[in-house]
């Protein structure tokens, strides 16, 4: 006889609560039943998957062992919560992840009392969970912080500059570090285990510490030498050395699949009196699902797919996606000039530079989460002759600012920047939004700012960067695909600060800066079918600014509008300070911006964010006929 199916576990857990009323011996079924929903979620919705799948049983251990949300829970980045917020009150919405009034594929402030931070860029949760543990400190409240980090996100200098300054917080923060490459570990296995257990233990730490004491009683040469023995052998059996001289008691490597193995050794770290402590665990990115653990990126991010082949849904083919563009366009110029060199900041394949490093290994660097560096790394190369390319997302490329204000604006320094994902992204929201780069470059003295309108402008303006010696030039394209335009098969040098007609008209102008031309265009095919002939224009340039162009449309116009993917203080900012510097809007011409609101955006669709701003055919139309006062029956009559 078959024993009937039991009732899910993960059906009795709707928060942390439930959860620790389990017994231990059931975990790893709840673990299992975890894996399978977060699968299942992102096979309906997309996102990111493989770090997830690596950490469910670190999660589920986690909230077991802490009293979350009173213990505060921090995951830097956020690629890898959807476990978590599967246990803490969302499971009912998972499958709206990523969507127009869903959740957020990141944690957020906003969404539920268990993400104490929000996060999508990398590096920042020691910095954050020490914030939160010395709060608690200072105000004689209970409560732990833990954070929990990446072996990757431990490659950016913020997140050592945290650690540098954690023992302010003392055994209220806990850095757990989730090591999914092996690039730290040594071999994991029982033996770790048990030494992470024995050194984890309350009495472990009473006696190291009274040892500790007794050591700094004794001649200074002694107690360095019995420190540096200490140090040593628990270097030797265990390592975590550089974590030990940063100012932290260290624990493992230790299996974080392996439930039995982390759930004493996180009890013994809740408990201790000793801190701050950092854990490294192991996991293997993608767990528990073969395709993810087949891929060579563990599925890091996914379509939609299907649960039992793992074959993700494909998009019907259609233009090259942009980043490939810039990636094959800088391979060629590479081809032709030896100068040429590329860096990314730990994004090879969403920057393109990927396809570059294939050609050009040796001109190829990828400096991981460091975006500083690869902006002042950039700087050195330019000073040295050399003609380097920074390739960085936009929203990315803000960590580094101060480096390029300092290091390349004020020197003059012949950078070159490629700026990824500009404008709106999408599922991913308001975090990787690429919506200042416009505003917080166009300010800087010696900066030269392009956007293309499209893939064969992309060509043409890798070409002119290559081409420019005399400061900082940038170029920014958005993600996804092109609009389908030939690429030409010699680029072209483009004139610094020249713009182009790409339509003609007499009452209406369109000053167009990017990939929204596309839509400037249809706006003025719905304009012209109301009477209202219409001019559009590509900038090109949002500095410098083509002034003679600018000049012309606004003198010859009633109407003229500017549109930007970018916010407030971008393109229209720069020609309404020319116009009203030359006296341009004297004579009764209707001058518009139009460009990204000041708010931040939630995650949907593009062209749902898009239509939300204004930014489409519509919103133009609109802008220009509110500008007209226009009465559609009159103007029809007046046509009659």
């Known amino acids: 006889m078959t024993d009937l199916p039991s009732t899910p576990l993960l059906d009795t857990v709707s928060t942390p609560a439930d959860l620790r009323k389990l017994a231990p011996e059931q975990l790893r079924q709840l673990a299992d039943e975890l894996r399978t929903e977060t699968i299942s979620a992102v096979g309906t919705t997309g996102g990111h998957l493989g770090s997830g799948l690596g950490v469910v049983e670190l999660t589920t251990a986690i909230h077991y062992v802490f009293d979350t949300p009173r213990d505060r829970l921090i995951w830097d980045v956020g690629h890898q919560c959807y476990p978590h917020k599967i246990l803490t009150g969302r499971r009912d919405r998972i499958r709206t992840l990523r969507q127009g009034g869903g959740l957020s594929g990141f944690t957020k402030r906003s969404e539920s009392e268990y993400d104490p931070f929000g996060a999508a860029h990398s590096s920042t949760s020691i910095s954050a969970a020490l914030g939160f543990a010395v709060a608690n400190k200072l105000a004689d409240q209970p409560g732990k912080a833990i954070a929990v980090i990446g072996d990757g996100a431990m490659s950016a200098g913020m997140a050592y500059e945290a650690m540098n300054n954690a023992q302010a917080a003392g055994n209220r923060l806990v850095v757990i570090l989730n090591d999914n490459d092996m690039s730290i570990a040594p071999p994991v296995g029982g033996l770790s285990a048990y030494l992470s257990r024995i050194v984890s233990s309350r009495e472990f730490l009473s006696v190291r510490e009274l040892m500790k004491r007794v050591a700094r009683r004794l001649p200074r040469p002694i107690h360095n030498a019995a420190r540096k023995t200490d140090e040593f052998a628990r270097g030797m059996t265990m390592g ?310 600018i000049r012309k449309l606004l003198a010859s116009h009633q109407v003229a509008v500017t549109i930007e993917e970018g916010a407030i203080g971008g393109l229209g900012a720069h020609v309404l300070t020319m116009a009203s510097d030359e006296g341009l809007i004297d004579g009764g011409l209707k001058l518009r911006t139009l460009r990204l609101p000041d708010a931040f955006q939630d995650q949907d669709t593009p062209q749902a964010q898009y239509a939300e701003a204004g930014l489409d055919a519509d919103g133009i139309v609109r802008t220009v006929l509110k500008a007209l006062r226009w009465n559609e029956a009159e103007a029809v009559g007046a046509r009659a």
């Open 240 to 549: 975590g050395t550089l974590f030990e001289e940063l100012g932290f008691y260290y624990v493992g490597p230790i299996d974080g699949h392996n439930l039995e193995h982390l759930i004493p050794v996180l009890e013994n770290v809740r408990d201790a009196e000793e801190g701050p402590i950092l854990v490294h665990v192991v996991t293997k990115k993608g767990k528990g699902y073969a395709p993810a653990e087949a891929a060579s990126d563990k599925y890091h991010g996914v379509q939609k797919f299907d649960v039992i082949t793992g074959a993700q849904a494909k998009a019907p083919p259609g233009p090259p996606a942009y980043q490939n563009v810039f990636g094959d366009a800088l391979a060629d110029e590479a081809d032709r000039d030896a100068r040429v060199c590329a860096i990314t900041a730990a994004m090879p394949s969403g920057t393109g530079i990927d396809r570059f490093a294939k050609r050009h290994p040796d001109r190829a660097f990828d400096v991981g989460i460091a975006e500083q560096h690869a902006v002042t790394f950039a700087a050195g190369l330019a000073a040295q002759g050399m003609r380097p390319f920074c390739a960085i997302y936009s929203t990315f490329l803000q960590r580094a600012y101060d480096q390029v204000v300092h290091d390349v604006a004020i020197q003059n320094l012949p950078v070159r920047f490629a700026i990824d994902r500009a404008g709106l992204v999408g599922a991913d929201g308001a975090t990787h939004a690429g919506s200042f780069d416009i505003t917080y470059l166009a300010s800087l003295p010696n900066f030269v700012v392009m956007a293309a309108a499209d893939e064969a402008e992309l060509v043409h303006m890798t070409h002119t960067c290559v081409e420019h010696d005399a400061g900082p030039i940038a170029v920014r394209y958005p993600r996804g695909n092109g609009v389908g335009v030939p690429l030409p098969g010699t680029p072209e040098k483009l004139e610094i600060g020249k713009g182009r007609i790409v339509r003609e008209g007499k009452t209406v102008a369109i000053l167009s800066l990017g990939t929204r031309l596309a839509e400037a265009m249809k706006a003025a095919d719905q304009l012209d079918a109301k009477g209202l002939s219409t001019t559009v224009a590509d900038l090109r340039f949002a500095k410098p600014l083509d002034e003679a162009l």
